[in-house]
């Protein structure tokens, strides 16, 4: 990446005679057109395009544009609509860079901006292009000029780059293109923070810390019920499942902090939301498995699982609607406004009482202790009902270190949650493995008696339980392993280092 | 990724011309292409405006000490990168001998670029020699331009020959008319005989046509700079054929 930025801003127009003064005699400019053009830019609904410094973006009907943070483009064809999954691309490059980065989230249309565009091209003493100059004017009177370098040349882009910054009026820019449009789109990056409420401080009020935390899983709730009914992708509703984990996980570990009964009124409507959600779920990563899993089939053709994956698709369309019906329902709407009403006033109303410091500590001691106790008895024969519970402890521990984080310092928390990661993925992995086995088993027999299933798929489900028969016989090795780091002295004593008073 | 070459024996028949074309077509449809200048001439490079000089020159290419990666070029056009010519390359025979698998190593340094190019061509001096034989290990297709003499199809063959003498995988040979001359009646009576009789012989020929010569002046593919021609229409009906040929 150049040191020099290749970006600038200027207060009215950028006049393309003083750059090409400036150039002279090394380069010489050829000016496009200026044409009016409609902008518009793309992002998952979580940024994670803007996140990486990416923008990805396209002018009128042209290409889509993928933009690095080095000034390097991708391009590649538009899907027919917006939002769009990456399967929906073209298959190419620009889908291939794409997908680590946004897979399995879709892209949205999130902003669309009128702008006056010039594409021009600098030539160096062969008249071969070496760079070309992109300036872009918008109503407000602001220009933006960006030196696009063409690969083999990049040292010929900085040194034109250099030379424009001494043009008068030019600025080198601090913001990209992208984040000069998202000012004027409807959401941005910035929201999360902004509508968070004030960071949690050592003193502040139990109550109040817990009801802040739980505004903030509320608020995600909220933020994922459209994507989900519109099935826009599926990690809506994977987000919409974890904020409502993490609430009933708080009730339940902290929830009697909060004033009257609030946590036993609301702890059976989150169960009934969880409940809800649960199927679709399942079956979202049912189907995202079933590729992975066909693929490692050895005597069946991954061919024979086409009519359970048929089946998959029938059998969530019909969750699907019962999630939907849920999700619009009059309980749902009423219980997601109580409930932040509540929230609101525990917030305002709450003085006194312990600091969440001590809560904190507390609570984290204890949930530890819980671990310990249960995974000191798991062996690698353990039944898979204490491996399922020593998994919730688990996750009830990373929930407490996730949202009390803040009280503490880094250094101490890092080791720690990377070695509860560690042990969770691999439970994840048990877990998983053992619900999945059973799920072929028992979807096997509905197939079987609503007679959709021909003998080869048969064969080939069985063949899938066997991989995951194997897959959680490692799982179980491999657990063994990993609990014993965690369970270490030196984890006990980065706890007691923690929850010292 | 498809790789291709444009491969003669002879020279001056309109090999630079279809690399030049071909490649600027794939890339215009939307295809990510680079085009490998291997003749040390250097006359594809030349086109493209580009200097004719790769850092460490064909041995640092071929013994690996530089990556391909840092000699590519953007050309004036987008999706289209330019491996350039380098006088040195004409020592490149000696060098391909002293490597371990001295007929595979031109498919080996493609080989990491099959995520990042749908389409490569490699624009071949004449000759035949160790470069030539990679080069026909490392192509899909291999495309031969002939101008209309007896004496080329008999070279057709030869080459036709000693490609299916290769072990294990082998290129396409697909020959097609250059430099046609629609006024000599020898020209017209070869290319309708041969394109109907002969397997691996297209249908489409490319004319001798000024414009085409003009490529040198205007340093640009003439499917660029006169794209209604019908030099330009030529080239894009034997793209259409080359790529529908191997799919």
């Known amino acids: 990446m150049s040191a020099n930025s290749r970006a600038f801003t200027k207060q009215g127009a950028v006049e393309i005679e003083a750059i090409a003064a400036a150039l002279q005699p090394k380069f010489a400019i050829t000016a496009g057109p200026e044409e009016a053009v409609s902008h518009t830019w793309l992002d998952t609904f979580d940024w994670r395009l803007h996140e990486a410094g990416i923008s990805l973006e396209y002018l009128d009907d042209g290409p889509l544009i993928m933009q690095f943070p080095d000034g390097n483009r991708l391009q590649g064809p538009r899907p027919k609509k917006w939002p769009a999954l990456l399967h929906d691309l073209p298959a190419g490059r620009l889908r291939d860079a794409l997908d680590p980065i946004v897979a399995p989230r879709a892209l949205l249309s999130v902003v669309t901006v009128q702008r006056a565009v010039r594409e021009s091209r600098v030539l160096n003493a062969d008249e071969k292009t070496v760079a070309r100059l992109?300036?872009?004017?918008?109503?407000?009177?602001?220009?933006?000029?960006?030196?696009?370098?063409?690969?083999?040349?990049?040292?010929?882009?900085?040194?034109?780059?250099?030379?424009?910054?001494?043009?008068?009026?030019?600025?080198?820019?601090?913001?990209?293109?992208?984040?000069?449009?998202?000012?004027?789109?409807?959401?941005?990056?910035?929201?999360?923070?902004?509508?968070?409420?004030?960071?949690?401080?050592?003193?502040?009020?139990?109550?109040?810390?817990?009801?802040?935390?739980?505004?903030?899983?509320?608020?995600?709730?909220?933020?994922?019920?459209?994507?989900?009914?519109?099935?826009?992708?599926?990690?809506?509703?994977?987000?919409?499942?974890?904020?409502?984990?993490?609430?009933?996980?708080?009730?339940?570990?902290?929830?009697?902090?909060?004033?009257?009964?609030?946590?036993?009124?609301?702890?059976?409507?989150?169960?009934?939301?969880?409940?809800?959600?649960?199927?679709?779920?399942?079956?979202?990563?049912y189907l995202v498995e079933l590729d992975n899993m066909a693929a490692g089939l050895a005597s069946a053709d991954p061919r024979d699982l086409d009519p359970f994956r048929s089946f998959l698709v029938r059998h969530r369309?019909?969750?699907?609607?019962?999630?939907?019906?849920?999700?619009?329902?009059?309980?749902?709407?009423?219980?997601?406004?109580?409930?932040?009403?509540?929230?609101?006033?525990?917030?305002?109303?709450?003085?006194g009482g312990p600091a969440a410091t001590s809560l904190a500590?507390?609570?984290?001691?204890?949930a530890f202790r819980k671990v310990v106790r249960r995974g000191k008895r798991i062996a690698a024969d353990s039944?898979?009902?204490?491996?399922?519970?020593?998994?919730?402890?688990?996750?009830?521990?990373?929930?407490?270190?996730?949202?009390?984080?803040?009280?503490?310092?880094?250094?101490?928390?890092?080791?720690?949650?990377?070695?509860?990661?560690?042990?969770?993925?691999t439970l994840g992995d048990f877990q998983d493995g053992e619900v999945q086995r059973e799920a072929v088993r028992e979807f096997a027999a509905v197939m079987m008696e609503q007679g959709a299933a021909p003998p080869a798929t048969v064969l080939a489900m069985g063949e899938l339980a066997a991989q995951l028969d194997a897959h959680q016989l490692n799982a179980r090795g491999a657990l063994v392993g990993v609990l014993r780091p965690f369970l270490a002295n030196e984890n006990r004593d980065r706890i007691k280092a923690l929850v010292r008073r | 990724m498809k790789v291709y070459a444009t491969y003669n024996i002879k020279g001056g028949v309109g090999k630079t011309?279809?690399?030049?074309?071909?490649?600027?077509?794939a890339a215009r449809s939307g295809h990510n292409v680079l085009l490998w200048d291997l003749d040390p001439q250097g006359a594809a490079t030349y086109l493209f405006r580009v200097r004719p000089k790769v850092k460490g020159g064909s041995r640092a290419l071929v013994d690996g000490t530089r990556s391909l990666d840092d000699a590519i070029k953007a050309t004036d056009f987008d999706g289209l990168d330019l491996l350039p010519a380098d006088f040195r390359y004409r020592n490149m025979d000696l060098q391909l001998d002293d490597m371990k698998r001295p007929t595979r190593r031109i498919h080996q340094l493609l080989r990491p670029f099959e995520g990042e190019y749908d389409v490569v061509f490699l624009d071949c001096p004449p000759s035949i020699s160790l470069l030539?034989?990679?080069?026909?290990?490392?192509?899909?297709?291999?495309?031969?331009?002939?101008?209309?003499?007896?004496?080329?199809?008999?070279?057709?063959?030869?080459?036709?020959?000693?490609?299916?003498?290769?072990?294990?995988?082998?290129?396409?040979?697909s020959a097609f008319f250059s430099m046609v001359d629609g006024r000599k009646r020898l020209h017209r009576e070869l290319v309708e005989q041969l394109s109907a009789e002969r397997k691996g012989v297209l249908r489409t020929a490319i004319?001798?046509?000024?414009?085409?010569?003009?490529?040198?002046?205007?340093?640009?593919?003439?499917?660029?700079?006169?794209?209604?021609?019908?030099?330009a229409m030529c080239y894009e009906a034997l793209w259409h054929e080359v790529n529908g040929t191997i799919g």
């Not at chain 1, 990049?154 to 992208?178: F, H």
């Not at chain 1, 500590?361 to 204890?366: G, K, L, S």
């Open chain 1, 134 to 285: 992109l300036t872009e004017s918008s109503d407000d009177g602001t220009s933006r000029l960006q030196v696009q370098p063409l690969r083999g040349y990049e040292a010929d882009a900085d040194r034109i780059a250099r030379l424009i910054a001494r043009v008068d009026g030019l600025k080198a820019s601090a913001t990209t293109p992208y984040d000069d449009a998202l000012t004027l789109a409807t959401r941005s990056p910035n929201d999360q923070v902004q509508n968070l409420p004030a960071p949690l401080q050592p003193e502040t009020p139990a109550p109040v810390a817990v009801a802040n935390m739980l505004a903030q899983f509320a608020a995600v709730i909220d933020d994922n019920v459209a994507g989900t009914i519109a099935a826009t992708d599926i990690e809506f509703l994977h987000d919409l499942r974890v904020a409502v984990r993490r609430t009933r996980s708080i009730l339940k570990l902290a929830g009697d902090v909060l004033p009257a009964n609030l946590a036993e009124r609301f702890q059976p409507e989150f169960k009934w939301l969880g409940d809800l959600t649960t199927p679709v779920r399942d079956l979202d990563v």
């Open chain 2, 207 to 231: 004319p001798a046509l000024s414009i085409i010569e003009q490529m040198a002046e205007q340093r640009a593919p003439v499917t660029a700079f006169a794209p209604h021609s019908v030099a």
């Open chain 2, 132 to 173: 030539s034989e990679n080069v026909m290990h490392a192509v899909d297709t291999l495309l031969v331009p002939m101008i209309p003499a007896t004496l080329s199809v008999r070279t057709f063959d030869q080459l036709s020959g000693f490609v299916d003498n290769f072990d294990g995988r082998q290129p396409q040979v």
């Open chain 1, 383 to 425: 039944p898979s009902e204490d491996v399922h519970e020593l998994r919730k402890r688990c996750k009830e521990l990373r929930y407490l270190l996730e949202v009390f984080r803040p009280l503490f310092a880094d250094a101490q928390y890092r080791p720690l949650i990377k070695e509860l990661k560690a042990l969770q993925d």
């Open chain 2, 17 to 25: 011309s279809a690399a030049v074309n071909l490649a600027h077509l």
């Open chain 1, 361 to 366: 500590r507390q609570r984290i001691e204890r």
């Open chain 1, 317 to 351: 369309s019909a969750e699907r609607r019962r999630l939907v019906r849920g999700l619009r329902s009059q309980r749902f709407k009423q219980v997601m406004s109580d409930w932040r009403d509540e929230l609101a006033k525990v917030a305002a109303d709450s003085h």
